[in-house]
């Protein structure tokens, strides 16, 4: 039994962009649950697989490629990083900042980010900006600084550095399955999370570690998709906060994943994403972010409209933890049974027999 200490010090080291010069600057993140969904294969016919980003240390998988970035910049003497988000990438940035001694500055939309990723930033003593504007609105301003001040970027967007650490969660599967799955499930945003998968499986393949490629089938909130629209959505509106994007800054590679893939960017309502959120967590147990369960409406959707083959492998990417978002988990409403400390009221309210 090997110990984890984190990607940059994991056996995939040397698919990373690091040398001996890079600092690790780690929370032990990767080497996430891959688990069998009964549930979605009993439904589906196929054999689908839940990938659990959610138990990353931040809660995302936005920690797979922050390692990497933030140990660069502090090899590289930064003093200061920025980002623009919808909540997980300040957290995680902020988060392996302070680890670094490095300030983070986050610049995150008003009003559209949940309670527990900006706690997450706050506690984590980043600069927090609100903007007055959306996720799109951020990174512009988060770039157009960056390109003139002595503070570093730290969003996918021309961050290869993000970009490689995320590709291990390919590694990951292929090496847990013995082999790439048919078809990769996940929720699109800012598109570097596709874009970033794809690649990871596409090197295992070149280097034969792998004989087949999967297809990627994304999924966007259908009130955020611009990669369905085929175009740039002025104001973007889910209830899915984290994919909340109507400008993807990484728009030629996650069109790429698909077309290289033979897979799709397809829609989801909010309707099928928070039923899907439910399932997750009562069947399997799995408390996953509204956003993350948008790959398994997704894969959802397609059975019901009979475009899914049975006995497919499925890995579905399940990309932040639930914990973040506890409104979106209580506006169903939430009604405790009150008792007194009497045992025998207790097993009437459980109708236990006396
Ligand atoms: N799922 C979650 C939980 C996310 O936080 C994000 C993106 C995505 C999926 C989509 O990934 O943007 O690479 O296509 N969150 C970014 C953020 C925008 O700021 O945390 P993508």
């Known amino acids: 039994m090997t110990t984890w200490h984190g990607l940059i010090d994991s056996p995939y080291r040397r698919w990373l962009?690091?040398?001996?010069?890079?600092?690790?600057?780690?929370l032990n993140e990767g080497n996430t649950p891959l688990l069998r969904s009964a549930h979605l294969s009993g439904l589906t016919g196929c054999e689908v697989w839940l990938k659990v980003e959610g138990a990353n240390p931040t809660g995302s998988f936005k920690d797979r490629g922050m390692t990497v970035a933030i140990s660069r910049a502090a090899e590289a003497g930064a003093q200061a990083v920025i980002c623009a988000s919808t909540g997980n990438t300040s957290a995680s940035a902020a988060a392996y900042a302070a680890r670094a001694g490095l300030t983070a500055a986050v610049l995150v939309p008003r009003g559209g980010v949940p309670l527990g990723k900006l706690s997450q930033s706050v506690r984590y003593g980043a600069e927090i900006i609100e903007i007055d504007g959306t996720f799109d609105d951020c990174l512009r301003v988060a770039r157009e600084l960056a390109a003139h001040h002595p503070i570093a970027l730290v969003n996918s967007v021309n961050n290869e550095l993000r970009l490689a650490g995320q590709r291990t969660v390919a590694y990951e599967i292929v090496d847990a399955l013995g082999r790439a799955p048919d078809v990769h499930c996940l929720p699109v945003g800012n598109g570097g999370n596709i874009t970033a998968v794809w690649g990871g499986y596409r090197e295992y393949h070149e280097a034969g570690l792998s004989d087949t490629l999967p297809r990627l089938w994304g999924f966007q909130a259908a009130g955020a998709a611009p990669f369905v629209h085929g175009g740039p959505i002025a104001a973007p509106v889910t209830a899915a906060t984290a994919i909340n994007i109507g400008h993807p800054a990484t728009?030629?590679?996650?069109?790429a994943a698909r077309d290289e893939s033979g897979g799709l960017i397809g829609a989801v309502s909010d309707e099928q994403i928070f039923a899907a959120y439910r399932m997750l967590a009562r069947r399997d147990?799995?408390?996953?972010?509204?956003?993350?369960a948008a790959g398994v409406a997704g894969l959802l959707d397609r059975h019901a409209k009979g475009e899914l083959e049975p006995g497919l492998r499925v890995v579905i990417t399940l990309s932040g933890n639930g914990l973040k978002d506890l409104d979106a988990s209580m506006r169903d409403g939430y009604t405790p049974t009150e008792t007194s400390s009497a045992t025998a009221d207790v097993a009437r309210a459980l109708r236990l027999a006396a």
Request: proline share 13%; charged share 15%; glycine share 8%.
């Open 17 to 26: 962009p690091v040398t001996d010069e890079t600092p690790s600057i780690s």
């Open 285 to 292: 147990g799995v408390f996953a972010e509204p956003a993350s």
């Open 251 to 255: 728009w030629d590679g996650a069109i």
